[in-house]
């Protein structure tokens, strides 16, 4: 049910054809909520069909041609409905988590090895997040606006923030453990 709320959400901010919300979504969005581009050119007819966005006239119409789209008041009217339902957060589901589970019962081989990529990985992600975050909001950029998109950019670094220390203790921890139980 999310996703037509996040394609709204963008077209919100700015217009924009299929293409270019893919690009926006993998700059932005995408980091928290992602799409491949067939799922939102297909959520996007559903919700042309339902009369919550239309197509933006274009000068000289041509065949190939990229429509672009924009919110109509009843998408907007969604998507506030949407935003102020009540929701109860996920239960986190990690395939690592498990795989450690899995491991006190069947030994560790192949999981230290992985503990320390996802460790370069989330390292890399908290560098790209700490870049977006000097780069886009630099000191006195507080409108309304900014402080809830910085909110949400807050809430991937102290995500990626755990993880990075999380692992960095599971590996401390491994590395401890005794050699046996690498089975």
Do not use: N
Not at 21 to 40: C, E, K
Not at 116 to 132: F, K, M, P, T
């Amino acid at each position: 049910m999310s996703l037509p709320h996040a394609i709204l959400t963008a077209l919100l901010e700015k217009p924009s054809s299929g293409l270019e919300l893919t690009r926006r979504f993998d700059r932005s969005i995408g980091y928290f909520w992602s799409a491949t581009h067939q799922q939102i050119y297909r959520e996007l007819g559903k919700l042309e069909a339902e009369g919550f966005i239309r197509t933006l006239a274009t000068e000289q119409p041509t065949r190939g041609q990229k429509k672009s789209y924009e919110v109509l008041p009843a998408g907007r009217a969604e998507l506030a409905r949407w935003s102020a339902a009540s929701q109860d957060p996920k239960p986190l589901r990690d395939v690592m988590l498990l795989r450690l589970r899995a491991a006190a019962v069947v030994g560790t081989d192949g999981i230290e090895a992985d503990l320390r990529r996802h460790l370069d990985l989330h390292r890399q992600q908290l560098a790209e997040y700490e870049e977006i975050e000097k780069r886009d909001f630099p000191p006195g950029k507080d409108s309304p606006e900014d402080r809830l998109r910085h909110l949400v950019l807050q809430a991937g670094i102290d995500l990626e923030t755990f993880w990075t220390q999380w692992l960095t203790r599971a590996l401390e921890e491994f590395a401890d453990l005794p050699t046996d139980r690498h089975r």
